[in-house]
């Protein structure tokens, strides 16, 4: 989809021999000339809750960097991300054991880019500072922003899976202190309950951070996780859902279809866990609503995704450029009520 890339022509002209002491190639008339500047998605943007910061509606995920996508190929993802307009990166401290924070503070140092990406940052899972304690998250916070190489994360994201104990107030208590001393500049959340949010409200209310930003893991074959009692009270708070798992670990862009293509690895595992009728049944929907559209099936995922009321922006994960350039081509794609009820009902 190097279409977001456009290209104008232009006329060159030869240089004269008398005029320059060494020849210069004629350019041909026709011949392509880059255009300079930001991608065509740089002009989309969507507020990351109230009050939060611009991003493109599709946040680029990091879960992969180290582990099954190495430096170099995490590099040429990023750029062609930011290439193609986007500008929000999602990563957590325990990805690849923190290599995956290495790759991308790595990238933004390398690129001048600090201050033109929205970084998100998940902790709360790494082995050497496990929960959300005061302590460990502390300790997390600066191991991460040590590894990224950055003195601030634009989004925390407090990994409640993590740590069933803590009690909130004391990790809101903690987050203050990172928010006060510009460590952090938002509050997101992975696993909170509803009632959890309702008790993150009120604390709010006597001076502790908002929680602005909710990750769930949610997409077209798993729209039941988001139950009910959390999308009204995400609804009610103004909260923010960028949704995790958006192509159910790249079950949904299709490419694989059988178990015999599926690899024993982890990542195959759980592909093969949704080759069944109905896993069958989605992609088919989606390859109709993809040929009637003309992008890939991934692409209809995130449209699907971005059709839904709540979610502001998915976060998606990519093992080559050529992967971000069919994401991005959800962004542009609205569907109609007609293509939503078709793949609501074969994916029920």
């Known amino acids: 989809m190097r279409g977001w890339d456009m290209s104008v022509f232009g006329v060159g002209s030869a240089v004269s021999a008398k005029s320059a002491p060494e020849r210069v190639p004629a350019v041909h008339p026709s011949a392509p000339i880059p255009v300079q500047g930001p991608g065509v998605g740089a002009g989309v943007r969507v507020p990351l809750g109230e009050g939060g910061p611009a991003v493109f509606p599709l946040i680029l995920g990091g879960a992969e960097f180290g582990w099954n996508v190495d430096l170099e190929s995490s590099h040429e993802i990023l750029d062609s991300y930011v290439e193609l307009g986007g500008n929000a990166v999602h990563t ?39 929960g959300l304690d005061s302590v460990n998250l502390v300790r997390a916070v600066e191991a991460s922003l040590t590894r990224l190489r950055t003195d601030r994360i634009d989004v925390l994201y407090l990994d409640a ?90 079950f949904l862009a299709g490419r694989h279809r059988s178990r015999a293509r599926s690899s024993l690895s982890v990542r195959g595992a759980q592909i093969a866990a949704n080759l069944n009728r109905r896993g069958s049944r989605t992609l088919r929907a989606l390859d109709a609503v993809g040929a009637e559209l003309g992008v890939p099936d991934a692409a209809v995922a995130v449209a699907w995704l971005l059709a839904q009321k709540l979610v502001t922006a998915p976060i998606v994960n990519a093992y080559a450029p050529e992967h971000v350039e069919e994401l991005v081509q959800g962004v542009g794609v609205r569907l109609n009520r007609g293509q939503l009820a078709d793949i609501a009902r074969a994916s029920e």
């Open 92 to 130: 957590a401290d325990r990805y690849s054991g923190g290599r995956s924070e290495h790759i991308i503070g790595q990238w933004i140092h390398s690129r001048g880019l600090r201050d033109d990406i929205v970084l998100g940052v998940r902790v709360g899972g790494h082995a050497d500072n496990p």
């Open 161 to 250: 899976t993590a740590d069933q104990t803590t009690a909130l107030e004391d990790t809101l208590a903690t987050a203050e202190w990172l928010v006060e001393t510009g460590k952090a500049r938002a509050i997101g959340a992975v696993g909170y309950t509803a009632a959890q949010l309702v008790e993150a409200r009120i604390f709010s209310s006597a001076g502790y951070p908002r929680i602005t930003v909710l990750d769930v893991p949610f997409n077209v074959v798993r729209r039941h996780e988001f139950d009910p009692d959390l999308r009204l009270v995400v609804g009610a708070q103004g909260i923010a859902v960028t949704p995790s798992h958006a192509l159910e670990h790249g």
